[in-house]
């Protein structure tokens, strides 16, 4: 017992000790310098595509996240506010101005707004949530930002190789089980939902030819699942990523071209540079810095901050406690999307444990719900018209995802309760159609919904996939 | 760059895609090479969506003699003539009231040409209060007081004191409200048709995407929201089938002064056929989305699905007696006005769900789940 304790003990040391190596920190300040800019930039774009009203004021509804069900929408006053101070935090994140302060109001902002509606979950949101919290604690601030203008003393070259680790296991973790979840039959073999989305996009300028071959839909299919799985060993492999770094930002252009996925490929663009060396990133923010200031001012920089003494005055190495929580938190990214394995069924057609798990673009899927409304009393039913109460969106994601109909079965229960329908029951007749089939029924059309709830369990009440 | 060799992912990829494609047979009815969506546009833009707007035109302009007729001389007579060419005006607007959008779709305070000349039922009190003081404006947001049935209530329904609806032109507001109106549809309706004459019709189909925004998708929602209101507003509502109704609300059958509902939902519902055939009204079959249908993979068996049940509707329609007026059937002997609702919502999948998943077009603007 006691020597398993020494042993454990010893090998958590070793693990700080190698976590603690000290490498340069140019990498996790470009990062910091991408994310904010691209932070403020898209939510400057959600802003002016009036989506703040669209998404969170004009609905009646909101469908929530399970176990966040007490978060409330607050003003339309309050949300504005709460955009204007992301922005402002985003900047600040990308400068380093009160960098874990930004960093901190950033990723709570920008959490609670998704938290607001379910319907506009996005992975690469949740990705956005996590390397928000992961850049609270980073030190990222500690080099070519206003904290160091500010407060010289703070300034350091060398941090513990830890920091840039995690960035780059996170980023192992998206891609790999993206493309981990591109290994079945139906996006290799039949090539779908590719087959249905390429031949959409066949009328885009110059690339639409293309889309618009028979063959591209299987050509893409592999090459997305091969480039999903394998692109971390060529970013890592030093000789190789130039080209895997070309084929990043080809990736991620085309598909930004073809779907309509907002400011994630450039995220993506942005947060693989994390792969490339402390050389490349030395030189990118001398170059930066060269852009933005004259030689004078950076002159003046230098005599302020200048450390003259042994280049690690300021390392700052990460405790062993620091290092045992990155693992459990990267226990728990690896774990939770192997959750579905839980689940009896087809995840597709279920999506019991299909959230969270960095399985994105992978079907077309669509459905038909009609909500029937009775009253206990009289037996009288009346058929529900959903864009009452939900907007298109809302009512395109609800109509497929069962957690999503069991809690508007619910609100209607109560809503039609509060008007005078007296004990009501909820059923719904929802068709669906996965990659192109001929829809079925998604769920049980015969039960009474308002008597069910939500939870880890498997749901019975989900008919079988097609 | 020293590294001049192919990068590794590149050359995996095309070797296994070499092996996998070379073994790969392409199903026989998916590889129709790709679908000419511009001639759909064009087809759609010149032989169902300006005809429409051009018959409706010619209508109107009885209809406009029809006023002009009552207002130099009024009779029975004349009240009759006016009442058959707002008839016929609005028979032929249900060929043209599924393309809101473009010019006929929002501006500003303008709404769609739909709620602008469309709205039912009307606000008997805000007709009467105009009567009565003689002021109006037919561009506020009182829509339930202007348009076809505003029109109808001035034509068919009886006057206050019960007499028939002669008696309301007796006074000079009524006459001067009742062409007020009438040039008010024309007006909007010419704006529209001229709009799509005049350059829009190239821009419609010059914009063959699929995105959000693409005449495809445009044109798509619009056909799916006018299908889902003849099911919610033409028939669910009146017929009292919203959850919270007791009763049938015959108060809220469209046209039920004139009592053509049931004329004008049948041809409505075979507007929304047209369409997704891409048939023209007097009958020739164009490019619609039902050709489109036939080239995407699972195409053939959404178009037969879609057909059955099209053929259950027109069961369900044919069995819908022409009288009594539907205001009256929906209290009386709803049942066949009911199961045509059935019908109707089960259709809505192939229209609605299916349909766009398997044309893969985009209906709303929010991002999607990116890669």
């Known amino acids: 017992m006691e020597i398993n304790e020494i042993a454990c003990t010893k090998v958590l040391h070793r693990i700080t000790k190698a976590l603690n190596k000290p490498v340069h920190i140019a990498p996790i300040v470009t990062l910091r310098v991408a994310i904010g800019f691209l932070m403020a930039v898209s939510t400057i774009r959600f802003l002016a595509l009036g989506w703040v009203a669209d998404h969170y004021i004009e609905p009646v509804f909101h469908f929530t996240y399970f176990g966040f069900e007490w978060v409330e929408v607050v003003s339309p006053f309050a949300l504005y506010a709460i955009h204007a101070l992301m922005i402002v935090a985003a900047v600040a994140l990308m400068l380093g101005w009160q960098y874990h302060i930004a960093a901190l109001v950033l990723f709570l902002g920008f959490t609670y707004t998704?938290?607001?509606?379910?319907?506009?979950?996005?992975?690469?949101?949740?990705?956005?949530?996590?390397?928000?919290?992961?850049?609270?604690?980073?030190?990222?601030?500690?080099?070519?930002?206003?904290?160091?203008?500010?407060?010289?003393?703070?300034?350091?070259?060398?941090?513990?190789?830890?920091?840039?680790?995690?960035?780059?296991?996170?980023?192992?973790?998206?891609?790999?089980?993206?493309?981990?979840?591109?290994?079945?039959?139906?996006?290799?073999?039949?090539?779908?939902?590719l087959k249905i989305w390429l031949p959409a996009a066949d009328s885009i300028p110059v690339l639409g030819p293309l889309f618009a071959w028979a063959a591209a839909p299987y050509i893409f299919s592999w090459v997305g699942m091969i480039y999903d799985s394998t692109i971390v060993f060529f970013l890592l492999w030093q000789k190789s990523r130039p080209w895997a770094y070309a084929m990043v930002v080809v990736f991620h252009i085309l598909t930004g071209i073809l779907f309509q996925i907002g400011v994630f490929p450039l995220v993506m663009i942005a947060a693989t540079l994390i792969f490339f060396s402390e050389h490349w990133h030395i030189a990118l923010i001398k170059r930066l810095r060269n852009f933005f200031f004259s030689a004078k001012h950076l002159a003046a920089f230098r005599q302020k901050t200048e450390t003259t003494?042994?280049?690690?005055?300021?390392?700052?190495?990460?405790?062993?406690?620091?290092?045992?929580?990155?693992?459990?938190?990267?226990?728990?990214?690896?774990?939770?999307?192997?959750?579905?394995?839980?689940?009896?069924?087809?995840?597709?057609?279920?999506?019991?444990?299909?959230?969270?798990?960095?399985?994105?673009?992978?079907?077309?899927?669509?459905?038909?719900?009609?909500?029937?409304?009775?009253?206990?009393?009289?037996?009288?039913?009346?058929?529900?018209?959903?864009?009452?109460?939900?907007?298109?969106?809302?009512?395109?994601?609800?109509?497929?995802?069962?957690?999503?109909?069991?809690?508007?079965?619910?609100?209607?229960?109560?809503?039609?309760?509060?008007?005078?329908?007296?004990?009501?029951?909820?059923?719904?007749?929802?068709?669906?159609?996965?990659?192109?089939?001929?829809?079925?029924?998604?769920?049980?059309?015969?039960?009474?919904?308002?008597q069910i709830s939500d939870g880890w369990k498997a749901k019975d009440w989900i008919m079988p996939a097609p | 760059m020293k590294t001049q060799h192919f990068n590794p992912v590149i050359m995996l990829s095309l070797l296994l895609l070499g092996a996998l494609y070379a073994c790969t047979e392409p199903d026989e009815n998916d590889q129709q090479g790709p679908f000419d969506r511009k001639a759909m546009l064009a087809n759609y833009a010149d032989n169902i969506v300006v005809a429409a707007y051009a018959d409706m035109l010619e209508k109107m302009e009885a209809l406009s003699s029809g006023a002009g007729a009552l207002q130099t001389e009024i009779s029975q007579e004349n009240l009759t003539a006016a009442q058959v060419s707002w008839a016929e005006a609005y028979r032929s607007w249900q060929s043209a009231n599924a393309f809101n959008f473009g010019p006929a779709g929002e501006m500003g305070l303008r709404k769609g040409l739909i709620e602008e000349i469309g709205t039912f039922p009307v606000s008997q009190d805000k007709i009467e209060s105009i009567l009565e003081t003689g002021n109006y404006n037919l561009n506020d947001f009182n829509r339930d007081a202007r348009g076809f049935l505003a029109v109808e209530y001035m034509l068919f329904a009886p006057s206050e004191n019960g007499n028939g609806s002669i008696e309301r032109f007796n006074d000079q507001i009524a006459i001067d409200f009742l062409a007020a109106l009438v040039l008010n549809i024309q007006e909007r309706v010419q704006a529209v048709h001229s709009a799509w004459t005049s350059g829009y019709?190239?821009?419609?189909?010059?914009?063959?995407?699929?995105?959000v925004g693409s005449s495809t998708s445009q044109f798509y929602n619009e056909f799916v929201r006018s299908f889902e209101a003849l099911k919610n507003f033409k028939l669910g509502l009146p017929l009292g089938l919203r959850p919270g109704q007791v009763e049938a609300a015959p108060q809220l059958v469209e046209a039920r002064y004139s009592g053509v509902s049931l004329e004008t939902l049948e041809l409505h519902l075979e507007t929304i056929e047209r369409i997704w055939y891409g048939m023209a009204a007097e009958g020739t079959d164009g490019l619609g989305f039902e050709d489109y249908l036939e080239t995407v993979v699972g195409g053939t068996a959404l178009i037969q699905s879609t057909k059955e049940q099209l053929a259950q509707v027109h069961v369900a329609l044919d069995a819908l007696p022409m009288t009594p007026a539907f205001s009256t059937q929906v209290s009386t002997e709803p049942e066949a006005g009911i199961a045509l609702h059935t019908e109707i919502q089960k259709q809505t999948r192939f229209f609605k769900s299916d349909m766009s998943s398997l044309l893969g077009i985009a209906i709303t603007f929010s991002s999607g789940d990116g890669d």
Not at chain 1, 122 to 151: E, G, M, Q, T, W
Not at chain 1, 158 to 181: K, N, S
Not at chain 1, 366 to 387: E, H, L, M, W
Request: contains cysteine.
């Open chain 1, 309 to 450: 003494a042994a280049v690690l005055k300021n390392f700052k190495p990460v405790s062993r406690g620091v290092v045992v929580l990155a693992a459990l938190f990267f226990v728990f990214q690896l774990l939770f999307p192997w959750r579905n394995l839980l689940y009896p069924g087809n995840i597709f057609w279920t999506e019991e444990g299909y959230r969270f798990s960095w399985r994105v673009m992978l079907m077309e899927k669509a459905g038909t719900a009609t909500f029937y409304v009775k009253d206990g009393v009289s037996g009288r039913v009346g058929i529900v018209v959903n864009s009452t109460f939900l907007n298109p969106h809302q009512e395109k994601q609800m109509a497929m995802q069962p957690d999503m109909i069991l809690q508007f079965a619910h609100f209607l229960g109560e809503h039609y309760a509060s008007q005078g329908v007296q004990n009501p029951s909820v059923r719904a007749e929802v068709y669906v159609t996965l990659n192109a089939r001929p829809s079925q029924l998604l769920i049980d059309p015969q039960r009474d919904l308002t």
């Open chain 2, 201 to 211: 019709r190239d821009t419609f189909v010059n914009n063959n995407g699929t995105d």
């Open chain 1, 114 to 193: 998704e938290l607001i509606d379910l319907v506009y979950y996005l992975n690469h949101y949740y990705f956005v949530s996590i390397v928000l919290c992961l850049l609270i604690f980073a030190p990222a601030h500690r080099y070519f930002s206003l904290d160091v203008l500010r407060k010289p003393s703070i300034k350091t070259e060398f941090i513990p190789r830890f920091w840039g680790l995690i960035f780059q296991m996170m980023l192992a973790i998206v891609y790999i089980y993206a493309g981990l979840a591109k290994i079945n039959h139906t996006w290799l073999i039949e090539a779908l939902p």
